[in-house]
């Protein structure tokens, strides 16, 4: 049997896809992960302040069912003012509950997954109430949970606005996955970390929804440092949001008051990180644009 063309099945060659961007013509955004609390927030405003940067977004993996509303209306309003967005993992997972796939060897196939119709109830509630405190994304990793969200969104019961950022618990390593989380409503996708220039480039000709990659994980997703690569990482996968997590560096989720010290370290190295690899964009292809504060598309909390 002859193999298909994959552009007879809507899988785009890359080598004819048009340069994207983000609606301000900029290539790539800088997301920092795991900031996971006021605290944390604060010092990723403040640092980034300090170095000269732009940082577009910041995203938290706990949940937000672990943040007090009074936390999460502090950390909308410190957002709002510095025109940079917050996705907020949906609280309610596999991994917090009392079912032991999630505990075990194959534990990342489980973790982020949500559990019985309780499990979707309770994440919609986690939705709702960050939504009521001025929260605009969410980190979703289950496809039914994402599923009910976009249905609530079409029914005007969650704001238009909502972003819903898939999170790097789904595996999404080939064209036609991705093709599919944006047909079911994925505003922007998280893609493996030890993807090649040439697989990015392969993802980015099946959609336009924005790609979010990591540029240096954590130990336990490999620890690689991909810096200098970046540059060509971005022109491949634009519009894309370089992400900095941090290797060498402790795990934080559940965080907490007893971790809040360990958070707000972590958040100042990894925005350092990204003004390096901001200096090392200069250098090796100053035509790259970064958004700016206030960039449109954003999921920028409401206040």
Same mark, same amino acid.
């Given at each position: 049997?002859?193999?298909?063309?994959?552009?007879?099945?809507?899988?785009?060659?890359?080598?004819?896809?048009?340069?994207?961007?983000?609606?301000?013509?900029?290539?790539?955004?800088?997301?920092?992960?795991?900031?996971?609390?006021?605290?944390?927030?604060?010092?990723?405003?403040?640092?980034?302040?300090?170095?000269?940067?732009?940082?577009?977004?910041?995203?938290?993996?706990?949940?937000?069912?672990?943040?007090?509303?009074?936390?999460?209306?502090?950390?909308?309003?410190?957002?709002?003012?510095?025109?940079?967005?917050?996705?907020?993992?949906?609280?309610?997972?596999?991994?917090?509950?009392?079912?032991?796939?999630? =505990?075990?060897?194959?534990?990342?196939?489980?973790?982020?997954?949500?559990?019985?119709?309780?499990?979707?109830? =309770?994440?919609?509630?986690?939705?709702?109430?960050?939504?009521?405190?001025?929260?605009?994304?969410?980190?979703?990793?289950?496809?039914?949970?994402?599923? +009910?969200?976009?249905?609530?969104?079409?029914?005007?019961?969650?704001?238009?606005? +909502?972003?819903?950022?898939?999170?790097?618990?789904?595996?999404?390593?080939?064209?036609?996955?991705?093709?599919?989380?944006?047909?079911?409503?994925?505003?922007?996708?998280?893609?493996?970390?030890?993807?090649?220039?040439?697989?990015?480039?392969? !993802?980015?000709?099946?959609?336009?929804?924005? !790609?979010? !990659?990591?540029?240096?994980?954590?130990?336990?997703?490999?620890?690689?440092?991909?810096?200098?690569?970046?540059?060509?990482?971005?022109?491949?996968?634009?519009?894309?949001?370089?992400?900095?997590?941090?290797?060498?560096?402790?795990?934080?989720?559940?965080?907490?008051? =007893?971790?809040?010290?360990?958070?707000?370290?972590?958040?100042?190295?990894? +925005?350092?990180?990204?003004?390096?690899?901001?200096?090392?964009?200069?250098?090796?292809?100053?035509?790259?644009?970064?958004?700016?504060?206030?960039?449109?598309?954003?999921?920028?909390?409401?206040?």
């Amino acid at each position: 049997m002859t193999l298909p063309d994959l552009g007879s099945l809507g899988l785009a060659d890359p080598a004819g896809k048009a340069p994207a961007t983000f609606p301000d013509g900029a290539q790539f955004r800088i997301e920092i992960p795991s900031v996971e609390g006021p605290e944390a927030l604060a010092a990723v405003v403040e640092t980034a302040s300090r170095e000269g940067i732009t940082i577009n977004r910041v995203s938290q993996g706990s949940g937000a069912m672990l943040l007090a509303e009074s936390e999460l209306r502090e950390m909308a309003a410190v957002a709002a003012a510095a025109g940079l967005e917050i996705c907020l993992f949906v609280g309610p997972r596999a991994g917090y509950d009392v079912g032991a796939l999630a =505990h075990l060897g194959s534990a990342m196939a489980h973790y982020a997954s949500v559990r019985g119709n309780d499990g979707l109830r =309770h994440g919609v509630a986690d939705v709702l109430r960050a939504i009521e405190c001025g929260i605009r994304g969410f980190l979703v990793a289950d496809l039914g949970l994402l599923q +009910v969200l976009r249905r609530l969104q079409a029914d005007g019961r969650i704001p238009a606005e +909502v972003c819903w950022k898939l999170s790097a618990y789904f595996p999404t390593s080939n064209s036609a996955t991705l093709a599919l989380l944006e047909r079911l409503g994925a505003t922007t996708v998280n893609v493996p970390s030890d993807l090649t220039v040439a697989q990015l480039d392969e !993802l980015r000709g099946a959609v336009s929804v924005p !790609l979010d !990659l990591y540029i240096e994980t954590s130990d336990s997703s490999g620890g690689t440092i991909r810096i200098l690569e970046l540059p060509a990482l971005a022109r491949a996968g634009a519009p894309m949001y370089a992400k900095f997590g941090l290797a060498n560096a402790p795990g934080l989720y559940p965080a907490g008051e =007893h971790l809040v010290g360990t958070a707000v370290s972590l958040a100042r190295a990894k +925005v350092h990180r990204a003004a390096i690899a901001l200096e090392w964009i200069a250098r090796l292809d100053p035509q790259l644009r970064q958004s700016g504060p206030h960039a449109p598309g954003s999921a920028i909390p409401v206040v």
